[in-house]
């Protein structure tokens, strides 16, 4: 990713293929769009807004995805 000045940032390990699920599972805006994706269920059904306890179970894994994919020793 190009930042300014001729330099980069990262070696291209999350670059993706538009509409690779594989590649986006195995990047770290899965997690970003599983967050997003819980706080819309949260808001939208008034979750913690009523007399009784909710509870929603986030689970932001594209780390592990990405230790599969890449290996555990890169970038």
Known sequence: MP?????TVG???FERA?????A?????AFDGA????AAGLVQDMKLGQGPTT??????A???DYIGHTYGTEGA
Do not use: E, M, N, Q
């Open 18 to 22: 538009a509409g690779s699920a594989g």
């Open 34 to 37: 599983i967050v997003a994706l």
């Open 24 to 28: 986006f599972r195995a990047s770290p």
């Open 61 to 63: 894994s594209a780390t």
């Open 3 to 7: 930042v300014g000045a001729g330099k």
């Open 54 to 59: 909710d509870i929603i179970d986030v689970g």
């Open 11 to 13: 070696a291209g390990h």
